[in-house]
């Protein structure tokens, strides 16, 4: 067959900074994601499409599970149903032993439509209307309150009805990370978060059980976790002392790292992550040497999202067209647009070929299909010359992909889960004009159309 043909072009060659890594290591195309075809999934169920390992969920869990549990006694997750509240996802999780952490009234509906006892959902977020924490009290659900007017509201939701919450304070402080995230919950070093304690102490409808904070996403600081650790246990001991009040879990939240790349930071994610062993020796070694007897040892629970999906989820696509820019750069065109790819804005995924391919790479800039010049996905990647009909892998996209997505110009893909005998299994369909325009209405004056 006769090779296709490129037309020379001449570039400017910047080396750049040597680094300590060497030479670059050769690309080896993507074929296969847990032994099925790259290719027999796309002919099958279309392109792009969002493609899940079962397998790697439940390793990635347990991996998450046996760092913590070997270092204490008294460990609880509860599955982060905003990273990827797919039902089929949710429930991998809710097997392995996770509870439910929801942020708003849709995910607390999902949270109990995929058998999640009551009791056994954490409801954070700052927007928890009436009728939601009405039925987060009458399912005993553990409200995580995140400012003064909620509280208010649930104290006369409650008067005179006899039923009482199980309540939760969020509390935002000062780790040494910047910028702080103060923007949820009570202040740790203001007083505000021990003002919240002592009003709910008083009151005879609530009942406080913990204390959680979610310190910031992404951190690459395990010494953070340390210092949050250290400053609950403070308000834990506090609260005890003043008020007879034992608080019985503490909830450091989310943010621990996955493998992906941020953009603008020179070295590979995978180098420079902390691993689970990591965080959990940060988090324990505070909560143990404060000096709790045994048996008032807290319940330790996390919300770990992002760092248990991402490396689970594929996004496969197909090259719709190469072409050159005015400033002669390769321009590559994708049918995967920000859209669906989200993270992109600020992660540099991994995409690998899904085929074989020469040798000869050159940087290129990957664009996505939207009618929009913010859809890049990559600015700037080498990769070997891609022509339309070639197909690409995406690289962990597990996490926030498929709960920020949008349907914009495009329509959104199906999704498939891999389960653990190999076997495909759609999870969600992709989008018809149909499932689109069956939630319009159209006025009947609007609906003759005679051009």
Known sequence: MKPDYERPVIQKLNAGLLNKFGSRSLQQPVKEIEGVPVS???????????????????QTYRRALRAFTMRYPK????????????????????????????????EYQKAIRNGVPGNLILFNGPDKS??????????????????????????????????????????????????????????????EAWN???????????ELEGLHCHIGTYMLTPSAYATAAQKLCQLMQTTAG??????KYLDMGGGFCSSNTLKGTYLQGADVIPSFDDYAEAIVSSIMQFGFRPEELPLLILET???????????????????????????????????????SFWYNHRISPAQEFTQHNEEMA?????????????????????????????????????????????????VVLIDTSGSVQTIRKKETLESITSQEIVPDHLKACKL
């Open 242 to 247: 003043k008020t007879g009040v034992r608080v």
């Open 196 to 206: 919240a304690i002592m009003k709910i102490v008083t009151q005879p409808n609530l």
């Open 305 to 343: 999202g992002r760092a248990l999906i991402d490396e689970a989820g594929y996004l496969l696509g197909t090259v719709l067209a190469s072409k050159r820019l005015s400033d002669g750069r390769r321009s590559t065109i994708l049918d995967i647009g920000v859209n669906i790819l989200f993270t």
């Open 75 to 106: 460990v609880q997750f509860a599955w982060s149903y905003k990273t990827n509240y797919l039902d089929a996802i949710c429930n991998i999780f809710h097997q392995e032993g996770s509870w439910a952490e929801v942020v708003s009234g849709f």
């Open 40 to 58: 027999s999934l796309m002919e099958q169920h279309g392109s792009p499409l969002f493609v899940l390992s079962e397998r790697t969920i439940r």
């Open 130 to 191: 009436t009728e939601d924490l009405r039925l987060a009290v009458d399912n005993r659900s553990l409200i995580h309150l995140d400012h003064f007017d909620e509280l208010y509201t649930l104290i006369e939701m409650l008067e005179g009805t006899g039923k009482r919450a199980r309540v939760a304070i969020r509390v935002n402080m000062d780790t040494g990370v910047y910028p702080q995230w103060d923007r949820f919950g009570f202040n740790y070093e203001s007083g």
């Open 366 to 414: 990957l664009y996505g299909p939207l009618c929009m010049n913010i859809d890049c996905i990559r600015e700037s990647v080498s990769l070997p010359l891609l022509k339309k009909g070639d197909r690409v892998v995406v690289h962990e996209v597990g996490a926030y992909n498929m709960t920020q997505w949008m349907q914009f110009i495009t329509l959104r893909p199906a």
